[in-house]
């Protein structure tokens, strides 16, 4: 175990240095322990609570001013770890953590693929939870985070796909907000090319999430759904080989170098925002987090930028759909100071603290009643818009795939990765995709039996 906890101090240590763009304080340095005082290290409260907070953007500042503000309630502390951006990276240091039942976290950010893959390690939250406090989130996100009848984790921020647009460049040349692919592919083509000509020769029609990494599964599943397409049918094998899909794949395929740079298959999140908000690109999937950055006033862009549903298909069963997403918080089973932790994570979901990070960071809440707040909707106003949208939500097949869903999205990102770098043809490789997804499938049932302990 010892081994391991070194594994994540390291890697946490690394991960920081090279992925989170804020200050942090994980696991304190050398300069603030020696501004210490001896009276402050003597009053040093009991119990510590070590917490996994996002990096992107405001997320680490935010949750460091709600761990200050915890710390002064209650008196005791908090240790904030910080993790790789990138989804599937956290997992494997989670199931690390996990297998060798490490008391070195708490609290887990969890993914909302991750509750059939996590759900043996976390406590189930309706035990320390009110049916009426659990009623104030999504259903479906409560739904989602219910392992065989255990809530292992409370909804924290909700995620959608969305699309966004520059304004001034559609009004510039006399264009509408394009609602369907082929809209996007006129429209995209028509600013690139007219804006390198003025000038910027670095422009881009539109600009997504390409990077083999769950990131990209997110993206495909938009694609597939968008023109009738899907991954699993209602009995839940395997229907990724159908048409829709692989004639959305091609198109993909086709913009990679004609109006998508094809820096874009090494792009997360981040790089794609990067590119965006240096003003070399017209249209950008992310998530929402991107607006409130886009439109802050030291932005360049501020007041350019809006968002609205990604675009859709022509064809029959085509749909203006974005992928769901967002990160809740589970308590570790192995964790030595579990009342504290959950009594933490409800702080940290409350309707005041999410309110909070509504305003401060545009972070989008979980609970109901908080697209309803005048004060949030008159300082956030999107967030009228993204409720709407939160109606036309794609899931990830993560109930079909249960414990295995971090394998299927592996298999997902990797194939369709290499389809569009044009590595591989896209009729075999999705033949072979859906074959992989298939065995997959049948491991599933199996093995969630042999697994599951169900114990807290
Ligand atoms: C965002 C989403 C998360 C998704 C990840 C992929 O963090 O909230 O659900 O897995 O992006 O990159």
């Not at 009991?46 to 935010?62: D, F, R, S």
């Not at 989670?94 to 297998?99: A, E, I, M, W």
């Not at 080989?241 to 990679?256: A, C, F, Y």
């Not at 030595?336 to 994570?345: D, G, K, P, S, T």
């Amino acid at each position: 175990m010892e081994k391991n906890l070194r594994t994540l101090r390291t890697a946490t240590f690394v991960m920081i240095s090279l992925f989170c763009l804020g200050p942090h304080d994980a696991f304190g340095n050398q300069e603030n322990a020696s501004e210490q005082s001896i009276e402050s290290v003597q009053k040093k409260p009991e119990i510590i609570i070590k917490i996994t907070c996002g990096c992107k953007a405001l997320q680490l500042k935010l949750c460091q001013q709600a761990a200050e503000e915890w710390e002064k309630i209650t008196g005791n502390r908090v240790e904030i770890i910080t993790l790789p951006n990138e989804s599937n990276e956290r997992l494997n240091l989670f199931l690390q953590l996990f297998r060798s039942k490490s008391r070195d976290v708490d609290i887990f950010l969890v993914d909302v693929t991750w509750p059939g893959v996590l759900a043996n390690y976390l406590i189930d939250l309706r035990k320390h939870f009110k049916e009426k406090e659990i009623s104030e989130f999504y259903e479906v996100i409560i739904n989602n985070n219910t392992v065989r009848g255990r809530l292992v984790a409370i909804p924290w921020y909700v995620d959608i796909g969305i699309f966004y647009y520059r304004k001034d460049l559609l009004k510039k040349y006399g264009h509408k907000i394009p609602t369907t692919w082929d809209e996007l592919e006129v429209v995209a083509a028509d600013i690139q090319n007219k804006e390198r000509q003025n000038g910027n020769s670095r422009m881009w029609g539109y600009v997504f999430q390409g990077k083999s990494y769950e990131g990209l599964t997110v993206n495909a599943m938009e694609w597939f759904f968008s023109v009738g397409g899907s991954v699993t049918g209602p009995n839940g094998e395997s229907i990724i080989d159908v048409e829709p899909n692989r004639t959305m794949l091609e198109r993909v395929h086709e913009w990679i170098g004609s109006i998508v740079p094809s820096g874009v298959l090494g792009y997360t999140e981040e790089e794609a925002r990067g590119v965006f908000q240096s003003g070399n690109a017209v249209f950008m999937r992310n998530w929402p987090y991107a607006l409130a950055l886009l439109n802050a006033p030291d932005c360049h862009l501020a007041g350019k930028v809006e968002a609205t549903s990604l675009p859709a298909g022509t064809g029959a069963g085509s749909g203006h759909v974005g992928t769901l997403g967002g990160w809740s918080l589970g308590v570790s089973k192995f964790s030595q100071h579990q009342r504290e932790a959950v009594a933490f994570v409800r702080f940290l979901t409350s309707y005041k603290e999410q309110k909070r990070r509504a305003i401060e960071g545009g972070i989008s809440p979980t609970r109901h009643a908080l697209y309803k707040d005048e004060e949030l909707l008159t300082k956030q106003p999107f967030f009228a818009k993204l409720s709407n949208m939160l109606g036309n939500i794609v899931l990830r097949p993560a109930v079909q795939f249960g414990h295995l869903y971090n394998q299927a999205s592996a298999e997902i990102f990797n194939s369709v990765h290499s389809m569009l770098a044009g590595n591989r043809p896209i009729d075999s490789a999705l033949k072979q995709l859906h074959e992989r997804l298939s065995l997959l499938l049948k491991k599933v049932g199996k093995q969630s039996r042999e697994c599951f302990d169900g114990q807290d």
